[in-house]
């Protein structure tokens, strides 16, 4: 028999395949959703236990107009060389009050190229700091 030749126990069934095709990837930075006492889910359990903070803090009435995901548009929608280019967008993880300061939040466990592009976009283009945690 060819060695490149795979034989009958490499294979699965059709409905075996299609209960793999169901699966999740993993995470690529190894991090797991969790779910906050309120029910909202978010992509890491370092970014529930901040949201988790940030609630307290506009509780005891220290914050406030807490967001989750608030969206920044950073670039429009652009036509180059006769292609249809998308805009950039930032999404970081919170926004709100503190007194009379707005504040952009974005829980970090490692900095990305991209986030860091998009972190001096946001500067450069709306002024805006990102506070990082």
Same mark, same amino acid.
């Not at 949201?51 to 548009?73: D, G, H, M, N, V």
């Not at 970081?92 to 009050?97: H, K, L």
């Given at each position: 028999?060819? @060695?490149?030749?795979?034989?009958?126990?490499?294979?699965?069934? !059709? $409905?075996?395949?299609?209960?793999?095709?169901?699966?999740?990837? @993993?995470?690529?930075?190894?991090?797991?959703? $969790?779910?906050?006492?309120?029910?909202?889910?978010?992509?890491?359990?370092? &970014? +529930?236990?901040?949201? #988790? #903070?940030? +609630?307290?803090?506009?509780?005891?009435?220290?914050?406030?107009? *807490?967001?989750?995901?608030?969206?920044?548009?950073?670039? @429009? *929608?652009?036509? !180059?060389?006769?292609? %249809? &280019?998308?805009?950039?967008?930032?999404? $970081?993880?919170?926004?709100?009050?503190?007194?009379?300061?707005?504040?952009? #939040?974005?829980?970090?466990?490692? +900095?990305? $190229?991209?986030? %860091?592009? +998009?972190?001096?976009?946001?500067?450069?283009? *709306?002024?805006?700091?990102?506070?990082?945690?």
């Amino acid at each position: 028999m060819n @060695p490149k030749m795979s034989d009958m126990s490499d294979r699965i069934s !059709i $409905a075996d395949f299609h209960n793999l095709k169901g699966q999740k990837k @993993p995470s690529k930075y190894k991090n797991r959703t $969790a779910v906050s006492s309120d029910g909202k889910t978010f992509d890491s359990q370092k &970014e +529930r236990d901040r949201y #988790e #903070e940030l +609630r307290l803090l506009q509780l005891a009435s220290k914050i406030t107009s *807490l967001q989750c995901q608030p969206s920044f548009k950073l670039l @429009p *929608l652009q036509v !180059i060389c006769g292609r %249809v &280019e998308k805009g950039v967008n930032y999404t $970081a993880d919170f926004s709100y009050w503190e007194n009379d300061l707005f504040v952009i #939040e974005d829980v970090k466990g490692r +900095r990305t $190229a991209d986030y %860091v592009i +998009r972190r001096k976009l946001m500067k450069f283009v *709306l002024n805006l700091d990102v506070r990082e945690i």
